[in-house]
């Protein structure tokens, strides 16, 4: 079995992703077979595996990180937002069900067989696994049935790494206090702490080091500096994207509605990285700009709701607005579904049976059912024959006239739907602008000029830069020894 090692937080959003991702990368180099894994996510932004499931879209950064194709025992447990409490629970990569919070916490202690059955299968063909727990541990209340984090660690056996985030202050009471509440067993599986997003002066922070190594008694096992770098990599959650302005050259303006359920915006970072490119996340309450060129519609988790979300913003008013004054609209998977005139969900998929006019532009109907579709697949796109690389992760399918205008094919199969003068597009695939043809393709079909950016490569180069980072600022040969 592997050695292991679990890299916790003292709070959410320190940064505990990409720092596996990084250590990933930086095992990898010094010669390791490593493998990622998270027993439980919570994320509407998933990746499909190559045994035909899907994680946490994290988790395949993290994989791509080890130089190994993403696997759904990377992230047995997926909770997938539909409601403000309610989720759809994927399990071992396949969708078991939707649940409301309280009922999860009745049965999450029935998943750690599964999660632990997935844990294992990973680590017999790895040197190491880094796992990544969830929120906090400190979060006492949320302890029994836990499988996110100690619970997981009690159950495997495994040695924890705690970090906290110094850009948010009070992180030597972030690391202090959580020692203060764990039980004395989950406060001794904490071997080491680290500490995430310094900027300055390092050195200014020993008294800080010394204090908490004092107070704890863990080893203090680095101070890792602010990274630029690492906004070169896809954005975990949507409040993560930052807005690129595209520079003085800036020849194309996208906006993009954060819709209340987003999922998949992974779509956005290739584009946002495109010089002379501009992508803005336009927040609820706020118009839909005048001067956009393109507004792009991303993926969500419940259409049905989504459409009443994207009305009650008085979106529905500015798009109609934005193609009258020539603009083009994108929009992809559920954003692709919100298009057209109607979306039907006789069984109540969503939640209560309904059909639903849609925003009306496309002229296509959706009918949501039970049956998910999962796929990697390689399309054409029709415009000029360029092939590109996609995913597709969804439920519902789409017919009707502007169907028969396809703008894609994926295999025999006509993809996606577009208006008679093709201003309006659709489509079900993901990922689909990661491919620097079709996304010089698309741009060029819109009047905009592409750059000539390798997107894979700007990826990678960014995980190299992590992986240096961490192996400068981290003491990964304590970590490598503290690893069970």
Sequence with gaps: MARTIMIQGAGSNVGKSLLVAGLCRAFWKRGLSVRPFKPQNMSNNAAVTIDGGEIGRAQALQARAANIDPHSDMNPVLLKPETETGAQVVLQGRRLGSVRAREYTDIKARLLPAVIESYRRLGRHADLVIVEGAGSPAEINLRAGDIANMGFAEAADVPVILAGDIERGGVIAQIVGTHAVLPPADRDRIKGFLINKFRGDVGLFDAGLEEIVTRTGWHAMGVVPWLDAAAQLPAEDVMDIRPSDGGEDRHLRIVVPRLSRISNFDDLDPLRLEPGVSVEIIEPGTPLPCGADVVLIPGTKATIAE??????????????????????????????????????????????????????????????????????????????????????????????????????????????????????????????????????????????????????????????????????????????????
């Design 307 to 484: 459409l009443r979300f994207f009305r009650a913003q008085g979106w529905d008013i500015d798009l109609a607005a934005h193609l009258r004054r020539g603009g083009r609209v994108l929009g992809i998977c559920g954003g692709y579904q919100m298009l057209g005139r109607e979306v039907i969900d006789r069984e109540g998929i969503e939640g209560a049976p309904a059909r639903v006019a849609g925003l009306g532009h496309l002229d296509v109907v959706t009918e949501i059912g039970p049956h998910k579709h999962l796929a990697n697949v390689e399309a054409e796109y029709l415009a000029d024959g360029t092939m590109l690389k996609a995913y597709e992760i969804h439920m519902g399918r789409t017919t009707g006239p502007d169907h028969d205008r396809a703008w894609l094919m994926v295999g025999r199969r006509r993809e996606g739907a577009q208006s008679p003068d093709g201003r309006v597009q659709g489509c079900y695939l993901h990922g689909l602008f990661s491919s620097n043809r079709f996304r010089a393709a698309w741009l060029a079909g819109i009047g905009a000029e592409a750059s000539g950016l390798d997107y894979s490569h700007e990826v990678e180069t960014a995980l190299d830069r992590l992986a240096g980072h961490l192996e400068e600022h981290v003491d990964l040969d304590l970590m490598l020894m503290l690893a069970g």
